[in-house]
């Protein structure tokens, strides 16, 4: 190395800085304008639905109008990423409406601009097209891309999977528990809300018959699935299938259905069962959960206390200490830690 | 001078050493930087491509998400506690609750507490300590039904380990969150640090931790960063530029192949079960966030349990950096003491198979660069003296080459602005981009040598036995506009 | 003429609601904070006032006390996105709120009752 090549590469640095500091000013200028633009379409946009959805007859808003609006403001078919900033702002919107205004907002939709761009994402090599395609199809409601959609249940990756799993579930219904419970690849607590949501919001009267069916899957993902879907619903007659899972063997199945059945309140003869699997969960920060659920929602039942009190884990003991002791059963705490802490050994006064 | 060292046994071969030694250091310092923009550019473009399909406004409707407690420890706050906790209790999240831990303080903090949230003391006997702390005297919950995730835990002190340990002990929540009571969170901030846990699959998530800004000279109203403004000073300005460069093109790189060690002590998050099982933050080091990182990954792969560590690019949580070089290097000298007793705490994971990655990559990577990096300039100095009264220095030579040195770190810096403007419209002026730069670029002959004197009284103070615990971190405080 | 507040950050949500009061012979003042409100809105007593309860700076329940501390009305409906049943709760133990719709709502029920009033 000698002077000469120190220079050139100096040379080389320096040019790679001014590449930078023009970006920096295109970055700027670009931002600036890009969110002045955003600005304007998101205003124009809350104007037209709510002129749409509440139309005054002295002034109404007529189609044409509309669409020359949404123009004026850049929504072009050749400027993509208005498109699809306005595809958002649809999705937002038709996300918070429900009853007759959702499908008022259904009808405008399939009259105004964009036409046919969600669908052409599908194709895309990108799993972020492909899976933006998949979310706008069924957030607008375009069933007749089900097949296309379908699929992808089983897709390698992630996002494009899970998309098309809502919209399974969007488009099916309570049916879609014939497949979902029995996917081949695990299912994020992500996925399960959204599905559940999605379950909810669009069929909210449940249909047993494929709940009790999908009871049947192995599958971790499905069981905490099922469980969510009836804490959710809050299907009581069905609350067995989580009671049941209170001392499965996987941790995270028993934390769902212990989480789930906190909605419920049992009978009596039930609240017994659970507590005699209280006993054969094998975590002690899950005891102590379920421990909350069975003193929250029974009467002091002093056997199964005492039971516990003199058990092993020492923040459960605390915990049952604390209920037998502001239950009108101090006397059993002083003797148990009298026991523990013999007057012979107690350095007192 | 060169002819009288001639003669001087091995001269020669300590001259090229040398040099082939710091060349060798500076190239593959520089591979990892340049490897680490790519990464760190990839990373940040898969995070907001992820984020589309999972926005903040989503998990806020969401139900079955999971609880979080944010545990901010305090000691002798009483000038703004108040304002910092109201700030903490708006943090939107449907499933929140914060406790602040007073740890022992000797001003008035408490009875400012107790009489501003109108709290009452609650039983406190049967408090379960999974992670042994100092004594806590009483439990505090307010009485006004506006503040019922508001949980006060009054303890003698312990420090910020021990502090934080306590509230870990109180919370029920899955997940918690650490920060420091005079941090000013993003309102959306915990929405934003679920989202890898909810899309948690086939690897655990054992933490995750945010971008963290300076705010130093900015407006605060209502608890919230109504203007963020650049700090007038060189010293806070330095910072930000190395907190921009740290945070996005650093951490985001080692997150992208999951070789993250560190989350910061002032926002991260932890699920609480992790936490405790491996008996909480360790109150004997002042690296204590460092500290635990390395133990719960240390823990899972003791475990076999596959994890991640995960890191979010946008700045979530603002905080008030040293105003002035002395506290600058205050902080950077405990910084490098916590950095000492971590790395010699783990010493058993250097090239031991048994923990993978961590230990044949991530581990060497934090020995030799994070906590080689003071030690090498230190003696890139020492030589550059030495050979320098030898004469075996070609002067115009090695400043050519020290510019060319210079350059890069520019460029290095540019790109993280240019990144940062890029993706977060935090800084949006051009005088406060044209500021920025320029910060950046006289870093090397003002800020950064003082980084170096921090780095090295510390570790000067780790080989000589002087004791130093956290030392005055005295904060301005931020402008606060009153509505 | 009867009055009504409307007070959502979302503009999209904000400029809908603003609408079907209008249409339903309210005068409507639509803000997108607190911020917003001038000191003659301080002093009317708003017939229903209809807002969000997720704002910069403040906590769910803080602004809920806040506006029925602040602001005279008669009826108190919350519209937001943060709608799970423990939030709902949470509200109600405040007191003095009229109605609590989580986010996706059925516009025909807040027109029920504003046009029942």
């Known amino acids: ?349 | 001078m060169w002819d009288s060292a001639e003669g001087f046994f091995g001269s020669y071969y300590i001259y090229w050493i040398s040099v082939y030694l710091f060349i060798g250091y500076g190239a593959s310092l520089l591979t990892l930087y340049l490897s680490g923009i790519f990464l760190a550019r990839r990373s940040i473009k898969r995070t907001k491509q992820r984020s589309i399909f999972l926005r903040a406004e989503d998990v806020v409707s969401a139900t079955d998400i999971p609880s979080v407690t944010v545990v901010a420890p305090a000691y002798n706050e009483g000038l703004t506690i108040i304002e910092n906790v109201k700030s903490l209790l708006s943090i939107q999240y449907p499933y929140y609750e914060l406790i602040l831990v007073n740890d022992g303080s000797k001003d008035d903090s408490l009875q400012r507490l107790i009489d501003e949230f109108d709290l009452k003391r609650q039983d406190a006997t049967f408090i379960t300590q999974p992670i042994p702390t100092a004594s806590v005297k009483h439990i505090y919950k307010s009485r006004k039904k506006k503040y019922t995730h508001l949980t006060v835990i009054d303890k003698n002190n312990g420090g910020k380990a021990d502090a934080i340990n306590a509230g870990v002990n109180f919370a029920n929540t899955e997940l918690v969150i650490f920060t420091d009571v005079d941090c000013i969170i993003e309102q959306d901030a915990i929405l934003k640090m679920v989202r890898p846990y909810l899309e948690e699959d086939d690897k655990e998530i054992i933490g995750c931790g945010g971008g963290i800004g300076i705010a130093n000279d900015s407006v605060i109203k209502n608890g919230i960063l109504t203007e963020l403004k650049l700090p007038s000073r060189l010293v806070p300005m330095n910072q930000v530029v190395e907190y921009i460069r740290a945070f996005l093109l650093g951490r985001m790189a080692w997150s992208e192949v999951n070789g993250l060690m560190l989350i910061s002590g002032a926002f991260g998050m932890y699920p609480r079960k992790r936490v405790i099982e491996v008996g909480g933050f360790n109150p004997k080091t002042v690296g204590e966030d460092l500290e635990l990182c390395i133990r719960l990954r240390k823990h899972m792969e003791e475990q076999k349990i596959p994890y991640k560590v995960v890191y979010l690019p946008e700045t979530l949580c603002w905080t008030e950096a040293p105003s002035d070089y002395n506290i600058l290097i205050r902080q950077r000298d405990r910084w490098a003491r916590g950095l000492w007793e971590t790395i010699s705490l783990h010493r058993d994971l250097l090239f031991n198979r048994k923990y993978g990655k961590m230990g044949m990559l991530y581990y060497p990577y934090w020995l030799l660069f994070e906590f080689g990096a003071p030690i090498v300039e230190f003696l890139g100095v020492i030589c550059l003296i030495a050979f320098g009264i030898f004469g075996w220095i070609n002067w115009p030579f090695a400043i050519l080459l020290s510019f060319a040195a210079y350059l890069v770190g520019c460029v290095f810096s540019t790109i993280a602005i240019f990144m940062y403007i890029k993706s977060f419209d935090h800084y949006t002026k051009p005088k406060q981009i044209i500021e920025l730069l320029l910060a950046a670029y006289l870093e090397p002959f003002y800020y950064h040598p003082l980084l170096l004197y921090g780095q090295m009284l510390g570790y000067y103070k780790k080989i000589f036995d002087i004791t130093s615990g956290w030392g005055t971190m005295t904060r301005k405080g931020f402008k606060v506009s009153k509505s | 003429m009867r009055k009504v507040l409307v007070i959502q950050e979302d503009i999209i949500i904000l400029k809908i609601l603003e609408r079907l009061v209008e249409l339903n012979d309210y005068e409507c003042k639509a803000i997108r904070s607190l911020d917003a409100l001038n000191i003659e809105d301080q002093q009317t007593n708003f017939d229903f006032i209809i807002t969000d309860i997720l704002f910069e700076g403040i906590a769910p329940l803080q602004f809920v006390a806040q506006v029925q501390e602040v602001l005279l009305h008669k009826n108190l409906l919350i519209v937001t996105n943060m709608g799970q049943d423990k939030i709902k709760k949470e509200i109600f133990a405040l007191r003095g709120v009229t109605g609590f719709y989580a986010v996706p709502i059925d516009l025909d029920e807040i027109e029920a009752i504003i046009q029942a009033y």
Request: with cysteine; glycine share 2%; aromatic share 14%.
């Open chain 1, 1 to 349: 190395m000698n002077e000469a090549t120190v220079l050139f590469f100096i040379i080389i640095i320096f040019s790679i800085l001014v590449i930078y500091w023009v970006s920096i000013t295109v970055s700027i200028i670009y931002r600036r304008r890009r969110t002045a633009s955003l600005t304007q379409i998101e205003l124009t946009f809350a104007d037209i639905v709510s002129r749409y959805l509440y139309n005054d007859p002295k002034n109404p808003l007529t189609l044409p109008e509309i669409t020359q609006t949404l123009r004026d403001v850049g929504i072009k078919e050749q400027n993509k990423n208005n498109i699809q900033y306005l595809i958002r702002l649809m999705i937002r919107t038709q996300r918070t409406i429900l009853g007759s205004n959702f499908y008022k907002l259904q009808k405008l939709y399939a009259q105004i601009p964009p036409h046919g761009v969600s669908i052409k994402k599908i194709s895309s090599w990108s799993w972020y097209r492909k899976a933006r395609g998949i979310r706008e199809i069924y957030e607008m409601n375009q069933s007749q891309y089900f097949d296309e959609i379908f699929k992808y249940r089983n897709d390698k990756n992630i996002y494009v999977r899970r998309e098309a799993q809502i919209a399974l579930v969007v488009f099916l219904g309570w049916e879609s528990l014939r497949f979902l419970p029995y996917l081949k690849r695990n299912m994020t607590l992500w996925q399960q809300i959204k599905i559940v949501e999605k379950l909810y919001d669009h069929y909210p009267k449940p249909e047993l018959k494929w709940l009790h069916r999908a009871y049947k899957t192995e599958k971790l993902f499905g069981k905490k699935l099922l469980m969510r879907i009836i804490r959710k619903y809050e299907l009581h007659a069905e609350t067995d299938f989580i009671i049941n899972n209170l001392n499965h063997p996987d941790y995270e199945v028993r934390e769902t259905a212990i989480y789930c059945i906190q909605t419920f309140a049992v009978s009596t003869p039930t609240m017994d069962y659970i507590k005699r699997l209280y006993d054969e969960i094998p975590n002690a920060t899950q005891q102590g959960q379920l421990l909350n659920y069975i003193y929250e929602n029974s009467d002091i039942d002093l056997d199964f206390y005492l039971k516990q009190l003199y058990g092993t884990n020492d923040d459960l003991k605390l915990s049952v200490a604390e209920i037998l002791w502001n239950n009108g059963y101090k006397e059993k705490v002083q003797e148990f830690y009298y026991q523990q802490y013999p007057n012979a050994v107690l350095n007192v006064g």
